[in-house]
């Protein structure tokens, strides 16, 4: 966030109502000088940005100066900064200006008033060229003029159905390009004054462009598809074309022919490095809608961006290969490129004002001086009045401590004739405690006389009590311990005669569960080896009947191979046939039955199994 980082609208004013990128130049940046500068239609101001301290340092409302009319705010279309950083120049409906950036102001220096609507300005980058593009619906044209003399040296007339995107300058200010809708793309050569270059696309729009040559042009822009693309033109050709962008391309910018930055309607900043692929070398969301224009630093280390949002973007290129420089010599070779970083403070200020200025400050070191003598003078009279106030405080100081010492001394006599009478009176206490404390003990020994008899009483009669006692607990004693004996004798006399029992009782449960279990074993055995003779009768039953069926079956397929070479005896062999799968349908249904009696059987054993279960439950 910069210090009145935002203007209170859309940094941006647009021409063409379909959005087809046609806005207003509204950011440039010096080349000398760390500054930037945008302007915003919405609140009609002019703001001029410190990129390496990150200060708003100018913040003006523009007015023009009408004839019998106060100032009134006019809105700005475009704006250009001179590549010193002392001049600026702004486009507007009714003309055109250039001012001096001052100290604390801008002055204006010349106006264009015969150009109308002019929507884009541009300085070359050395400084000496100004391009005006005046739009009206029918009179397209960008007049370009001497900054020095302010000469217009020639013209160039644009098609009248298409809207000026943008304006650039190739390096040495030789070519100056004209980017448009409708894809129209127009190089020409200042020095012969002639096109040295016109294509045309249809259903394109080309917002900026890099001039390598008069007929070599790398230009960024947006297809019909409302798709972001790069297109490489070459004598007035298509020499190829390259889609980057899903999202329509509004503005973009060149650090060099293989380095640039593209921004998107959905606020989408794109970086791009050589060789171009369909990937951008990175990709940041910042605004918070279309962004409206982009521009580099001259030495590459910052980026710009502003949009409709109202907010300007500042970017720190850390990334020393986007400038095309090896990484050793990044670092030295960028802080040499361009911009002088102590510029910033190098101002343009009046003459006459800096006379204004040093009058101003001579007035203020003679008022400074006499303030000063002033100032000794109330000092010393300060320091006088304070020493007599000092000597005054000491009299009045010694005059308290002679009074704070009599009334000591007065204190002292009392406080001693104090002490003597207390003295006395507390001999005379002394005295007759003395005397109630012999009376006390006299008393005291005639009656622990009295209580030590009683005591001695007391002490006999309960040694008395005590031999009693002991001689009854005693016989108690004896008596229990024979009862104790009895009781002893009988309950191992009961437990033996209960052991004898338990014993007989396991011995006839140990018998009887063998006999059960022998009983159990020769059932279990007689009926596997019935199952085990009645499942081998049933096999061979099943074997037998299967042999049958087999049988069976080949006489079927003999009848049948005669059925075919006898087809006169068809109506015989079919009553034989009838026969046949009746008798072999007879040996099915036995087979069932058995089927059905071995399931029986399981089940029967099955079932046994189960009584045997519950009968060892039982027993147990």
Known sequence: YIDDGYHLGKITEEIDPTRALANTMDMDVAVHRPLIVTCCKTDSTLRVWNYLSLECEMSKCLTLQQEGRAPEPVRPLSIAFHPSGYLIAGGFDSQAVIWHLMMDELRQFITFPNYKHCTKVKFSNGGHLLAIAQMFSTHKTVFVHNTYSFEKIFSIKIPSNVVLCDVVFNADDSLIGLCCTD??????????????????????VYSTCFINGPEDVIAIGSDENKKGIIRRILKEDVKETLTVSSCRIVTGSFYSPTNFVMGTEDGMVKFFDYPVSEKEYITLNMHGGPITKMKFSPNGRYAFTCGEDGVLFIYRVKTKNLLGIEEEKAVEEISTIGVIEGMANV??????????EQQHMEKLMVKVQDLDKERRVVEEHLIQQHQRQVEELEVEKGRKIGELEAKINSYADALSKKEMSFTDSLRKAEAKHLEAVSDLEIVFKSKLDHER??????????KENIQTLQEALDSKDREKEKEILRDHERYEKDLEKLSKKLKEV???????????????TMQEQEHDTEMDLREEHLHKEINALNATITQKDDIINRNEQK?????????????ENQELHFEQEQPKTEIIKLKEELNKIKKDKSRNEEEEKEQKNSIK
Not at 347 to 356: D, H, I
Not at 453 to 460: D, M
Not at 507 to 518: F, G, H, M, R, V
Request: hydrophobic share 35%; net charge positive.
């Open 506 to 520: 396991k011995d006839a449960q140990n018998s009887a569960e063998k006999k059960y279990e022998d009983k159990l």
């Open 183 to 204: 894809g129209v793309l127009i190089i020409y050569n200042i020095a012969t004054q002639t096109e040295s270059l016109v294509h045309s696309s249809r259903k394109c």
């Open 453 to 462: 008899k009683n005591f001695l009483n007391l002490e006999q009669t309960l």
């Open 563 to 575: 059925m075919k070479r006898l087809a006169e005896d068809i109506t015989d062999l079919s009553q």
């Open 347 to 356: 101002v343009l200020v009046e003459k006459e004002k800096m006379k204004r």
